[in-house]
């Protein structure tokens, strides 16, 4: 299926920053709780991540990573989510999450 440009720039994919990462045994399926930081216009925002299989809560604080935070909140057991960290499958079908390769503000938009 084919998209436009016009619908490609109505998904909000920005840069943030992981404050914090908290194990989530509630969940379904193992995941993590993020608290992420898209900078001064947008702010935290919250996200459930079935991550566990590659990072750890201890190892996340710190990392920069791209979400969507446009989406409308979505409540994952207790927790509500407030935007989708994004990444790709590894051989194994596990998330491997994805992050700019150079030092860029946060905040910034994708193009």
Known sequence: MSITF???LKVDIRVGRITRAEP???ARKPAIKLWV???PEIGERKSSAQITKHYTPEGLAGRRVLGVVNFP???IGKFMSEVLVLGVPDDEGEVVLIAPDKDVPIGGRMY
């Open 6 to 8: 016009d619908d490609f």
């Open 24 to 26: 989530y045994p509630e």
């Open 73 to 75: 909140p979505r409540q």
């Open 37 to 39: 930081d898209f900078g």
